[in-house]
């Protein structure tokens, strides 16, 4: 079976750093799009970062220059490097691939960071 699980969520201050791990099972993420959403509360869940196959990356212009995507097949595991972490930064976190087979691809049950100032 199909799953994306999520971990190196907590809380941290501003100014600090996490990196969020996604490790994948059931597909391999070499032929997938991979990509990190958030949802704050009360808000509508907001793309923050993708990487394709070939490595090509896309960010929000709120995180561009802070987060950092990447991906190691080896180890079917995609991370979200995040610096200067910013308060309105806090939000459960997922990890999502893209599929020709499940529409709207797959989702992970998402990881909290919290952002303290």
């Known amino acids: 079976q199909v799953q994306l699980v999520e971990s190196g969520g907590g809380l941290v201050q501003a100014g600090g750093s996490l990196r969020l791990s996604c490790a994948a099972s059931g597909f391999s993420i070499s032929f997938n799009v991979m990509g990190w959403y958030r949802q704050a509360l009360g808000k509508q869940r907001e793309l923050v970062a993708r990487?394709?196959?070939?490595?090509?990356?896309n960010y929000a212009d709120s995180v561009k220059g802070r987060f950092t995507i990447s991906r190691d097949n080896a180890k079917n595991t995609v991370y979200l490097q995040m610096n200067s972490l910013k308060p309105e930064d806090t939000a459960v976190y997922y990890c999502?691939?893209?599929?020709?087979?499940?529409?709207?691809?797959?989702w992970g049950q998402g990881t909290q960071v919290t952002v303290s100032s």
């Open positions: 990487i394709t196959s070939g490595g090509s990356t």
């Open positions: 999502t691939a893209d599929s020709r087979i499940v529409s709207g691809g797959y």
